[in-house]
């Protein structure tokens, strides 16, 4: 259900202009440099370009650098070297790292009901570069360590790579991209004083921040966004509390491009092809194990959980979610999943889990040569009985034999199947995350 599109909204001051009362949030203690923040930004800025798929389309570029531009236009924005990336994630997330480059995941622009709701979200993240969150978490957490670390940072690893020593990364939970509550209500402050600076209505950003809450709150998991964003309570009322200190004037829902960018990026094909590796330039393997720390997948009929260096490249009736090396061109130039996990719903003849199981497995056998089954036993997933059924058979790793252990599930829709894939050299390794896998997995109707 989708909520009523506003194309304008007046806002109508009834204590008149007490503009005056306005008080800005300001950064808090720090030991980074102004300049430390923008070389961090940098250096994790380019880590994240080549590890994440980074969408080329001109039209979705131009679009979300305007509008980011616009909002950093605000005196509340700081003076920072701001830069504004799409990139290709189906999770509602965005995130911005220490002295500006932003990045938008395209299932934002999906959960997003007009253009004051993204600029809201941009706003929020514009605001915790402004008052620097992500280096004033770290230099509250490293105030011994970090002086040194620092001074030091300018000739070797430079910072990020200093900063690692410390344990501080880019992964889920770094003080550098979650923030605490505090940081949060200083971002909404912040962000709702940029949104009405550049013509939109902040109560947006609130009402999207709530929306997402509730939406995770009926699915079960919560969103990396809301993770790394914590609620710091009632937002709506927050920000309702600033509209009447600021100065009078008519704001904006829509520049009236909003709808057409968001159909552009719903329309994005997956970037399947240039993401494949030809199977004689496969990586070794352990080089490319998964992350411990895993990130939501949420589809029609069911949500897990997958490691967070791993990526969402298909999606529709399967989805398939592998690092990015673990993908590689075959023979007869079909794409192989080597180190990976595919999930959906398959068809249930029988409505029986073994025999439809058995049905699964047989057209797996006859669409990979040379493919065996090693064990079948019987688990618990989500409350309900499953299958896994370990199978064993070529890896595109040169060398490798491939363990495919595939959990099945009876469910309304069919055979839900979830099938890891790894080879069998990294197969003891990984298990713990694989069972953690079958754990988060959750199925709605
Ligand atoms: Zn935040």
Do not use: C
Request: proline share 6%; no cysteine.
């Amino acid at each position: 259900m989708k909520g009523t599109i506003r194309s304008a909204i007046v806002w109508v001051i009834v204590a008149g202009s007490l503009f005056a009362q306005v008080k800005p949030p300001k950064p808090g203690f720090n030991l980074f440099s102004a300049e430390q923040d923008v070389q961090l930004g940098k250096e994790a800025a380019s880590e994240i370009t080549r590890k994440m798929p980074v969408v080329q389309n001109a039209e979705t570029s131009r679009y979300l650098s305007d509008l980011g531009k616009r909002l950093a236009a605000s005196k509340y924005a700081g003076n920072w070297p701001y830069s504004f990336q799409l990139v290709y994630d189906k999770s509602v997330n965005a995130f911005a790292l220490p002295g500006g480059p932003t990045f938008v995941h395209t299932g934002l622009f999906a959960m997003a009901e007009n253009e004051a709701q993204l600029a809201g979200v941009l706003a929020h993240e514009i605001s915790h570069v402004a008052l620097r969150h992500g280096t004033n978490q770290a230099t509250k957490a490293n105030l011994i360590r970090l002086p040194a670390m620092l001074a030091g940072a300018v000739a070797g690893d430079g910072i990020l790579g200093s900063l690692a020593q410390l344990g501080i990364g880019l992964g889920a939970n770094s003080v550098l991209l979650k923030f605490s509550r505090g940081a949060e209500s200083e971002a909404d402050y912040n962000g709702a004083l940029i949104m009405a600076d550049a013509g939109y209505n902040p109560i947006e950003m609130a009402r999207f921040f709530e929306k997402l809450e509730a939406q995770s709150g009926k699915s079960g998991g919560l969103p990396q966004f809301l993770s790394d964003h914590p609620n710091p309570g009632n937002r709506v009322k927050a920000v309702q509390s600033i509209l009447p200190k600021l100065p009078r004037r008519e704001y904006k829902t829509d520049s009236g491009q909003f709808p057409r960018i968001k159909s552009v990026i719903a329309g994005l094909p997956a970037p399947k092809a240039s993401a494949v590796t030809p199977s004689g330039q496969a990586q070794n393997p352990s080089s490319i194990r998964p992350a411990r720390q895993l990130k939501e997948h949420r589809a029609s009929g069911y949500s897990f959980s997958y490691p967070e260096n791993w990526e969402v490249f298909s999606e529709g009736q399967a989805v398939t979610i592998a690092a990015r090396a673990g993908l590689m061109r075959g023979q007869g130039d079909a794409v192989q999943v080597g180190y990976g996990v595919m999930a959906g719903f398959h068809p249930a003849q029988n409505k029986q889990l073994d025999r439809d199981t058995d049905a699964l497995i047989d057209r797996f056998r006859q669409e990979n040569s040379g493919m065996s089954q090693a064990s079948q036993r019987r688990i618990r997933v989500d409350g309900y009985d499953a299958l896994v059924t370990t199978l064993h058979s070529r890896s595109p790793f040169p060398g490798e034999t491939e363990v495919d252990a595939v959990v099945t599930v009876i469910r309304p829709q069919g055979l839900f199947a979830l099938v890891f894939i790894a080879p069998q050299s990294e197969f003891n390794q990984i298990q713990p995350v694989f069972e953690d896998m079958i754990r988060s997995v959750r199925f709605s109707s």
